[in-house]
C-alpha cells in the first residue's frame, strides 16, 4: 500500500497491527528491485502485518520526521512506536525474518 504523509498517522501510527513501511524512491534502484518482493509478503502476512511504501521525494515531512538518508530503510511501528529500522535492500528470506522477529516475539528491539 503507498502512503503519504497526509494519511500516515491513520495508517501507520493508529493501525491495530505491526506495520512495515518501506522508505523509498523511485531513483532508487534497490528499492524497485524490492517491489515484487513486498507485494509478496503483503499478501503472506496480510491481516497481521501492514505493509507500507512511502515516497521520500514527494512526502518530505515523514522522511524528515524518522530521519531517512539511506535507501530503502524499513521501519517497522508497532502501537504508533517505531521499534526496528534497517537501512539497505533485503533478500525475502531476511525481510521475512526481520517481520518475524519484530512482529512476531518478545523483546525489546528499539530504535536507537
Not at 6 to 32: N, T
Not at 60 to 82: C, W
Request: charged share 30%.
Amino acid at each position: 500500500m503507498e502512503i503519504t504523509d497526509r494519511v500516515f498517522e491513520k495508517e501507520v501510527l493508529s493501525a491495530d497491527v505491526p506495520v512495515l513501511v518501506d522508505f523509498w524512491a523511485s531513483w532508487c534502484l534497490p528499492c524497485k528491485a524490492i517491489e515484487e518482493t513486498l507485494k509478496e509478503l503483503e499478501g503472506e502476512y496480510r491481516g497481521k502485518v501492514k505493509i507500507c511504501k512511502l515516497n521520500v521525494d514527494r512526502n518530505k515531512f515523514t522522511a524528515q520526521k524518522y530521519n531517512i538518508s539511506g535507501l530503502p530503510t524499513f521501519i517497522f511501528f508497532k502501537n504508533g512506536e517505531p521499534v526496528f529500522r534497517e537501512v539497505a535492500a533485503k533478500s525475502k528470506k531476511e525481510l521475512q525474518d526481520m517481520i518475524e522477529k519484530t512482529c512476531f516475539t518478545s523483546g525489546d528491539h528499539s530504535v536507537g
